[in-house]
């Protein structure tokens, strides 16, 4: 099995900065793609941001120039550092990794706790 735990959550005022971290533990065999993802209150599940394990990354248009993800992969990390942050950023942000265990074939999408990150006005 793979855990993802997630860190650096908070509140935080509008224009502030804020660093989210992901680390995942377990049996790894190999882990393709991460990301972060965010739910706010009474919408669905969205991206934000996801890295392959050649460090390409893609954006939600509504995150481009402010957020910035990045990746160890000898640590098997995940980091997504936001600046410019809005009330709009207000949501929990969970960390995903596609990863395979040392006991299966396939990959598998697999996911944080979840942190809450607040913005506000």
């Known amino acids: 099995q793979v855990q993802l735990v997630e860190s650096g959550g908070g509140l935080v005022q509008a224009g502030g900065s804020l660093r989210l971290s992901c680390t995942a533990s377990g049996s790894i065999s190999s882990i393709n793609v991460m990301g972060w993802y965010r739910q706010a209150p009474g919408k669905q599940r969205e991206l934000v941001a996801v890295i392959t394990n050649d460090r390409s990354a893609n954006y939600a248009d509504s995150v481009k120039g402010r957020f910035t993800i990045s990746r160890d992969n000898a640590k098997n990390t995940v980091n997504l550092q936001m600046v410019s942050l809005k009330p709009d950023d207000t949501a929990v942000y969970y960390c995903?990794?596609?990863?395979?265990?040392?006991?299966?074939?396939?990959?598998?999408?697999?996911w944080g706790q979840g942190t809450q990150v607040t913005v506000s006005s």
């Open positions: 995903n990794a596609n990863a395979r265990s040392t006991s299966t074939w396939y990959f598998y999408p697999y």
